[in-house]
Structures are given as structure tokens and as C-alpha cells.
């Protein structure tokens, strides 16, 4: 079992609609977790991060955490083609002096004029 | 702005080269990585440093060896190269791990052995 799950798409959503990225992770230890864009040919770049159960909201991005079932997801609402990414999801694992994140594999985002 | 430099965007080796790819930021982090990407992978870890001349190994550390002279600067050596190791790199870096452990990226490296 991979330590980040993601669907890799590609996730097809009309301009305008909700769009509704998922990720599961193993490591029940883990305390924080992160969602990164990356453009095709680009480097990923930070959109949210959330520690808590629940909801945190960012503008058109809300990030929800579910620590009991392991599952945290990433909500675009009003999508718009500029959306059209891949987004990775990523933990950072428990452990001693574990510093890095492990990621998962990433879902691409088709936003449809 | 947090600022991670790749100095190398493009390079072409061929297989048995020593291949340094080097790595500057400028927000005094303590942590910095080196991840590589491939289509259905994901990001894979490396090797990261939580200080100077200190180092630890990742998840795919074979082939590989690393860097870490002065706090800002972080390279990745590939000591003989290998076609299995065409793939873009990754430097990142992050403050300590207390802040949360938010990492910044690099543009990356795309690095091709023939």
C-alpha cells in the first residue's frame, strides 16, 4: 500500500463547476498535510495546508481533514481552465526527525471551457 | 519570497558521466531535499540535510550522493549516471520542522542519460 493515495485522472469538471480532489494516507501518526499545484512543466507550488479536523478555507480552495478516516481533500469551487493542473497531495509523516514530505502521485485536473 | 535555485534547467549526459546538479535558497532554511519525478511515481525523496554536513538518506537513495558545504547550497551528485536515472529533479527547502514543515521547490532540473 502506497503511504499517499491519490486518483491520478484525469478528473474532467466544466468551467464554473465544484471540483473535488481525494487523498487517503497510511500513517496514522501523520499531523499535517499540504496541497501543491503543479503546471505541466513546472515545479509544484504550495495551495493550502491544514493540521485540523475539518474545513479550512482560501479563497476558492477549502482543504478538508478527516484524521479518523485517514482522508484529507481539496475542494476548487468556481473552477476555471487556469485550474487545469496536477494536484499533489502530501504528508508529513510521524517518526522521529522526519523532516521530509511524502507525496503521492497526484490527480491532473481538466477544467472544460 | 522564498527563492530555490537550480542552476541547471536542461542538461544531456551520457551513461558513466559524474553529474553535479546544484541547489541555492535564500531563506536560511535548515532542511533541504532532493526529490526526483517521474509519470506515475510521483515525487520520490532522495536524500535531505536538516544541517551543514549533515545528511539523511530518503527513499531512493541508490546512485546517489549529496552535499552539504554551507547552509544555502545543497547539490546532488550522480557519481556514474545511468539511463534509469533520466528524470526531472527536485531541490526544496524548508524552515524548521516546528514551522510546520512547509517545503519550497526549485524550477527543477531535467536531466536526460543516453
Redesign the interface.
Same mark, same amino acid.
Given at each position: 500500500q502506497k503511504e499517499v493515495e491519490q486518483n491520478?485522472g484525469p478528473l474532467s469538471v466544466p468551467e464554473g463547476a465544484i471540483a473535488s480532489l481525494n487523498c487517503t494516507y497510511s500513517d496514522r501518526g501523520s499531523q499535517?498535510f499540504?496541497w501543491y499545484r503543479q503546471y505541466s512543466g513546472?515545479?509544484?507550488?504550495?495551495i493550502m495546508?491544514i493540521?485540523s479536523n475539518g474545513d479550512k478555507e482560501d479563497g476558492r480552495f477549502t482543504a478538508q481533514l478527516n484524521k479518523a478516516s485517514q482522508y484529507v481533500s481539496l475542494l476548487i469551487r468556481d473552477s476555471q481552465p487556469s485550474d487545469s493542473a496536477t494536484y +499533489?497531495c502530501a504528508v508529513?509523516p510521524s517518526g522521529m526527525?522526519r523532516?521530509? +514530505?511524502?507525496?503521492?502521485?497526484?490527480t491532473r485536473l481538466q477544467v472544460q471551457p | 519570497d522564498v527563492k530555490v535555485t537550480q542552476s541547471s534547467r536542461y542538461l544531456v549526459k551520457r551513461t558513466g558521466e559524474k553529474v553535479f546538479l546544484e541547489c541555492v535558497q535564500d531563506m536560511d532554511h535548515e532542511?533541504m531535499?532532493w #526529490?526526483r519525478q517521474d509519470p506515475?511515481?510521483?515525487?520520490r525523496?532522495i536524500y535531505?540535510s #536538516?544541517d551543514v554536513k549533515m545528511k539523511?538518506k530518503?527513499d531512493i537513495p541508490e546512485g546517489y550522493s549529496v552535499s552539504r558545504e554551507k547552509k544555502e547550497r545543497f547539490s546532488l551528485i550522480l557519481e556514474s549516471a545511468s539511463t534509469n536515472q533520466t528524470s526531472m529533479y527536485?531541490c526544496a527547502s524548508?524552515p524548521p520542522?516546528n514551522s510546520?514543515?512547509?517545503? #519550497?521547490?526549485?524550477?527543477?532540473s531535467w536531466l536526460t542519460v543516453v
Open positions: 491520478s499535517s499540504f513546472k515545479s509544484p507550488e504550495l495546508f493540521y +499533489l508529513n526527525g523532516r521530509a +514530505l511524502t507525496f503521492g502521485s497526484g | 532542511n531535499f #526529490y506515475g511515481l510521483g515525487l525523496l535531505f #536538516y539523511e530518503g527536485l524548508s520542522q510546520g514543515n512547509t517545503i #519550497y521547490f526549485g524550477e527543477g
